[in-house]
């Protein structure tokens, strides 16, 4: 099932730390400007990460991926767009989009497949119907 929800979009601070040799976003770190944002998002809808937990979930991260479109350096910010656009029936992928975010231009895309699980056997579980609902109702701050 794809979804046409409202892409979440934060900003995050591109420090010193997070650049390389060449003064740019180190690639692996837009995996952790992703994941970021996700978590983000998740607060936003009112199913945080805690909020799986508390109800015996858990989730996985079973593939991950980035694009490099441009470069970003020290003292950008990067304006991370999240979207669930697919559901499966224990899994669910969310989609990224980064923007420089004083230019709008495009610097990275990527994805996270996540496996939602029980928290005490680790097996799969199907998706909760309140999180999909809630994922239907976010809006773009």
């Not at 996700?38 to 015996?56: A, E, M, Q």
């Amino acid at each position: 099932m794809t979804t046409e929800n409202a892409p979440f979009t934060m900003t995050i601070d591109i420090r010193f730390a997070d650049t390389d040799a060449n003064g740019h976003v180190f690639f692996a770190n837009y995996q952790t400007f992703f994941d970021t944002a996700f978590l983000k998002y998740l607060d936003h809808i009112g199913c945080s990460f805690k909020w799986f937990i508390d109800n015996h979930m858990n989730f996985y991260y079973v593939e991950a991926t980035s694009q490099f479109k441009s470069a970003l350096t020290y003292g950008d910010e990067i304006a991370v767009s999240v979207n669930i656009s697919k559901f499966g029936r224990t899994s669910f992928t969310i989609s990224f989009e980064g923007r420089d975010s004083a230019s709008g231009r495009l610097v990275a895309t990527g994805h996270i497949v996540a496996v939602v699980v029980d928290k005490t056997t680790e097996t799969p579980v199907e998706i909760p119907e309140a999180f999909k609902t809630a994922v239907g109702t976010v809006q773009t701050l």
